[in-house]
């Protein structure tokens, strides 16, 4: 019976191990502080496939990458897709507006004044990191370093597109 038991319970313990490695990471209940005073959390962004991108306007990489991602929301946006840019907390505050301002960014950007958001995303310490985020909330990459246009475009036609035709990933537009 103590063996039965105890293979019992190992079954438990593996099968919770299992289900916790196996199940997608998903993005962290936070609150997003935009430049113009607004609030969003995760619950706002829900339906949506969301970028996520971690920057700083000190990091060349990021100054670099910027344009395209403005293509980019500007080329998905209406088909449900939103960017979110997270300035580093390093960043000074009037530094990021400026530059938001001076390029037009399109999408929200917000401030990380206290680090909170980088250490709820894992811990975020290079810039750029950038994380693709599903419409139920569930984070399918992960990238650090200058984006990858091109295979970020077929991950967001392809997430996009479930979304669109109502298949099982993602929802319905009728």
Known sequence: MKKLLSLLLAIVLLSGLWF?????ARIPQVTFSMLD??????????????????????????????????????????????VVAVAMSYDPPNRVLNFAQKNALPFPVALDINGSLALAFGDVQGTPTTFVIDQKGNI??????????????????????SAETGSPLGRTNL
């Open 20 to 24: 916790a490695l196996s199940s997608p």
């Open 37 to 82: 005073g607004r609030q969003m959390t995760p619950a706002d962004l829900k339906g949506r496939v969301v970028l996520v991108n971690f920057w700083a306007t000190s990091c060349t990489g990021c100054v670099a990458e910027m344009p395209e991602l403005v293509d980019t929301y500007k080329r998905y946006h209406a088909r449900g897709f939103e």
């Open 140 to 161: 399918v990459r992960r990238l650090v370093g200058v984006l990858d246009f091109a295979a970020l475009h077929t991950l967001l036609d392809k997430k996009l597109f």
